[in-house]
């Protein structure tokens, strides 16, 4: 006859012994003690540090090395291994890779005598006319051919079309269709009086894109990132980049949710929580041959096709314009979608007020809140609000340099303007802070919205150097953002502001304006049919001709009149 013993103690000893004797399998006493050890964990670190900190370096991929460290103690994985079962990002990526390289073959070649040739090229002006009215649209037919006069049978040339009237200061972006066959359609709508000049630029010929396309997309060593370590009062420094390229001991700072990652060579005796600051310098390395910089020399960029034409004349006509429908949110942008006549620029595709006296301005920016993401490009719009608008004060958010986040305030009108860069890759000889920053879709992430919250993103001039798909990443990030933003607030108004045209004569290879059109290209396909506004900066450089990452305040002036339409 069996007997039942009940053993009575008091002793916490007793209840782990009660406890373990629920469970009389191994496996099963071993998954009690790991989830026990869990519990400990949190209870441990919520009571030794401030827990409010600690859920925000959750949402902040830089400070992500906690959870890095504690998950992969507990459940071990290959770090963003994306080839084991692709997601619907991996996928997306994929297929906008495949069309871009139908876009761009490979175009190999063995002489320059066999490249676009821009002096042996023909242009024709298609239905010539002593006279045009203003609103007409003149075309003209491109028949390129190399250096040696032979007609070319396939496209790709990068171009750029422009019509001007430098008495008038006036400009306008033409419109490039390639028909793949070494023919192309230059078509210039004529949107004012006067003479008008025509322009057609071989910025690259077609196998010298091939060669930026290939060459951009092989390595991620182009640039040497170099972190700035705090040890106490000294500082370490150790090397960095956007892909693990050391066997050492390396920082992983990583947002699994995005697959966004960045790596240091881990410092000795140093954690990885001390990474402060950052610099970047250009490294002596490339992937284009000898024989493909060659089509990178000052000679053969930004060559004149149309040289030899005169001038046209353009009458009015009494052609009127009207444009009823109000600058919107939403609204498709077309190319062009502008032009500017005496510096002001003038809208094509809706009606645009004049918001430049400082009582509308304050009215309109009166109760809102408006972040500025992005790089060195939307920051000037930063210092010339400050000096246009003196009302907006500066407000010191401390930290060093000009990279650090800006703010103006107006506290009567209860406006906030805020600047912060981008996360990486943030290129820059200038040491910068990363301790204040995340990547943009996250900072999306971190705003409730309302309809007095206004957001506005640009993103590219970093990302050239880089191969493509960290690019492409990012932009479908952000629109994952975007729309999770849209789902808790509606009314929030959201506007992508495109890349600047930059310096002809940089390195061709890290920043020709080539990378910055197909990352255009991108980002216009990406956030097609999103409830966004778009501040077309691409045209409007062009149209300007400043050939200045960093434009003069006319055109800065213009950019933030455009905006103010969208939000007023």
């Known amino acids: 006859m069996s007997r039942l013993f009940v053993l009575k103690c008091d002793?916490?000893?007793?209840?782990?012994?009660?406890?373990?004797?629920?469970?009389?399998?191994?496996r099963a006493r071993r998954l009690l003690l790991m989830l026990t050890s869990v519990l400990a964990f949190w209870v441990i670190y919520f009571s030794a540090k401030d827990h409010t900190k600690f859920i925000f370096s959750l949402r902040n991929p830089l400070y992500l090395n906690h959870w890095n460290i504690f998950r992969k103690s507990f459940f071990p994985e290959t770090l963003l291994d994306l080839e084991a079962s692709p997601t619907e990002t991996e996928l997306r990526i994929k297929g906008i890779m495949e069309k871009l390289d139908q876009l761009m073959p490979p175009r190999p070649f063995t002489n320059i005598t066999t490249t676009t040739s821009a002096k042996?090229?023909?242009?024709?002006?298609?239905?010539?006319?002593?006279?045009?009215?203003?609103?007409?649209?003149?075309?003209?037919?491109?028949?390129?051919?190399?250096?040696?006069?032979?007609?070319?049978?396939?496209?790709?040339?990068?171009?750029?079309?422009?019509?001007?009237?430098?008495?008038?200061?006036?400009?306008?972006?033409?419109?490039?269709?390639?028909?793949?066959?070494?023919?192309?359609?230059?078509?210039?709508?004529?949107?004012?009086?006067?003479?008008?000049?025509?322009?057609?630029?071989?910025?690259?010929?077609?196998?010298g894109v091939s060669a930026l396309w290939r060459a951009r997309n092989q390595g991620y060593d182009k640039v040497i990132f170099t972190g700035q370590f705090a040890n106490g009062t000294s500082q370490v420094f150790s090397q960095c980049g956007l892909t693990p390229h050391s066997n050492a001991e390396l920082c992983e700072y990583l947002d699994y949710r995005d697959q966004e990652a960045f790596y240091c060579?881990?410092?000795?005796?140093?954690?990885?929580?001390?990474?402060?600051?950052?610099?970047?310098?250009?490294?002596?390395?490339?992937?284009?041959?000898?024989?493909?910089?060659?089509?990178?020399?000052?000679?053969?960029?930004?060559?004149?096709?149309?040289?030899?034409?005169?001038?046209?004349?353009?009458?009015?006509?009494?052609?009127?314009?009207?444009?009823?429908?109000?600058?919107?949110?939403?609204?498709?942008?077309?190319?062009?979608?502008?032009?500017?006549?005496?510096?002001r620029w003038i809208t094509v595709f809706c009606k645009q007020m004049e918001l430049n006296e400082r009582k509308n301005t304050n009215d309109c920016l009166k109760r809102k809140l408006i972040y500025l993401m992005g790089d060195s490009t939307l920051r000037?719009?930063?210092?010339?609000?400050?000096?246009?608008?003196?009302?907006?004060?500066?407000?010191?958010?401390?930290?060093?340099?000009?990279?650090?986040?800006?703010?103006?305030?107006?506290?009567?009108?209860?406006?906030?303007?805020?600047?912060?860069?981008?996360?990486?890759?943030?290129?820059?000889?200038?040491?910068?802070?990363?301790?204040?920053?995340?990547?943009?879709?996250?900072?999306?992430?971190?705003?409730?919205?309302?309809?007095?919250?206004?957001?506005?993103?640009?993103?590219?001039?970093?990302f050239r150097p880089f191969p493509i798909k960290i690019f492409i990443r990012r932009a479908i990030n952000i629109q994952k953002a975007i729309e999770r933003l849209f789902l808790r607030s509606p009314k929030t108004k959201v506007i992508l502001k495109t890349e600047n045209t930059r310096e002809m004569y940089l390195n061709a290879e890290l920043f020709s304006d080539f990378h910055g059109h197909i990352q255009n290209l991108i980002m216009r396909g990406i956030f097609e049919g999103l409830n966004v506004g778009v501040i077309d900066a691409w045209d409007m450089t062009i149209a300007y001709d400043t050939r200045n990452v960093h434009p003069p305040d006319y055109v800065i002036g213009n950019q933030i009149n455009m905006f103010l339409n969208y939000i007023c």
């Open 11 to 26: 002793d916490p000893s007793c209840f782990s012994l009660r406890t373990l004797a629920l469970f009389p399998n191994a």
């Open 120 to 207: 042996q090229s023909r242009a024709t002006i298609l239905s010539p006319q002593d006279t045009y009215c203003r609103g007409d649209q003149l075309d003209v037919l491109l028949e390129v051919r190399d250096h040696l006069g032979r007609r070319k049978q396939y496209g790709g040339d990068f171009l750029r079309a422009r019509m001007s009237s430098p008495a008038l200061k006036a400009g306008a972006s033409g419109k490039v269709t390639d028909f793949n066959n070494g023919t192309y359609l230059v078509s210039f709508t004529l949107f004012w009086a006067g003479k008008v000049s025509l322009s057609l630029l071989l910025i690259h010929p077609s196998e």
């Open 265 to 343: 060579v881990r410092p000795p005796h140093v954690p990885c929580e001390a990474l402060t600051h950052m610099t970047t310098r250009n490294a002596n390395i490339s992937y284009l041959s000898k024989k493909e910089w060659s089509l990178f020399h000052r000679s053969n960029m930004g060559v004149e096709i149309m040289k030899n034409f005169n001038p046209i004349e353009v009458l009015r006509c009494n052609k009127s314009e009207n444009i009823e429908t109000k600058c919107q949110l939403g609204m498709k942008t077309p190319f062009p979608s502008g032009y500017t006549v005496e510096r």
């Open 380 to 462: 000037q719009w930063i210092y010339y609000l400050q000096n246009a608008v003196k009302t907006l004060k500066v407000f010191d958010h401390h930290g060093v340099g000009v990279f650090k986040t800006h703010v103006l305030l107006d506290a009567e009108r209860h406006t906030l303007i805020q600047w912060k860069k981008h996360s990486h890759p943030f290129v820059t000889q200038q040491l910068f802070s990363v301790k204040d920053e995340s990547y943009i879709p996250r900072e999306i992430d971190q705003i409730a919205g309302d309809d007095g919250t206004v957001i506005v993103i640009t993103l590219g001039q970093h």
